[in-house]
């Protein structure tokens, strides 16, 4: 064997020894606790304008889902999953795309869900904030309905657990952070007057409803009500920067409590 072609083959090996003890003795990683947000257009972070659209998003630092991670710090992963106009458990297609591929995304959350949850994981807390936008008035839902469709995204987390018989992962199911959306009032969008006619009554019966799903389901509450008494964007539907700031500080102390142990 020539002299060059011996002292390749042991330059690679000396690389894969060092290599190994590096990886043997390296410091363990640190343990960050991943809180998935799956919402509707207010985790988003969308503007609230006059002109019900088009609008923009709120920054980062600013929308509720930044504001908890800047709270809670680097030993948290917020991992934000905000949809425009998703709902809980209504198909829906009007989504703002080009007609010719409109029909491709069903807004549907329980359409989302489960898919979102399996690329993710591993996950140890998920947040469910939606239903505000299955009061619009041609989904003809009651406030009891809208919790049902919650209640079976709740169900679909506490089964999600990833069986490694079954599954390429072992993962356990996350916990569940339930909170109802802040009610909505009749804002100066005329566009969105109209499709959330009468919501101001029906979401504001959801809190209740919601706080009984998570007792049946074992999962936690959270009342964003509790905080914010309205939604207070111009359009009556979205949140002002001070109401995300409220609501994320609110909500980074509840997965404080969640994840303590």
């Excluded at 985790?43 to 504001?67: K, N």
């Excluded at 089964?159 to 009610?183: C, Q």
């Excluded at 979401?203 to 799903?213: F, H, I, R, T």
Aim: hydrophobic share 40%; glycine share 8%; with cysteine.
């Amino acid at each position: 064997m020539k002299m060059g072609k011996r002292i390749s083959i042991l330059a690679m090996f000396m690389f894969i020894f060092t290599m190994s003890l590096s990886m043997v003795f390296a410091a363990p990683a640190q343990n960050t606790t991943r809180v998935l947000c799956f919402g509707d257009s207010n985790t988003y972070g969308w503007i609230p304008v006059e002109t019900s659209i088009p609008t923009t998003r709120y920054a980062q630092d600013v929308r509720w889902t930044g504001v908890m991670q800047n709270t809670l710090g680097s030993k948290y992963k917020i991992i934000e999953e905000g949809l425009n106009g998703r709902t809980a458990g209504m198909d829906e297609f009007e989504n703002g795309l080009d007609k010719s591929i409109s029909k491709k995304l069903n807004l549907n959350g329980s359409e989302h869900l489960l898919p979102i949850l399996k690329s993710q994981m591993p996950i140890d807390v998920v947040i469910i904030m939606l239903g505000t936008n299955d009061t619009k008035y041609y989904f003809e839902q009651t406030p009891e309905q809208i919790a049902q469709s919650v209640k079976n995204l709740v169900t679909m987390v506490q089964k999600s657990s990833m069986n490694k018989n079954e599954e390429w992962l072992s993962y356990k199911a996350p916990k569940v952070l339930l909170v109802s959306p802040v009610p909505v009032h009749k804002g100066v969008a005329a566009g969105l007057n109209e499709l959330f006619a009468g919501a101001d009554k029906v979401s504001k019966e959801l809190a209740p409803l919601y706080a009984k799903v998570a007792q049946e389901t074992g999962v936690e509450f959270f009342d964003a009500g509790s905080v914010i008494s309205v939604a207070d964007g111009l359009d009556g539907i979205h949140l002002s920067p001070e109401s995300h700031n409220k609501l994320g500080k609110a909500l980074a102390q509840k997965i404080k409590e969640m994840t303590k142990n």
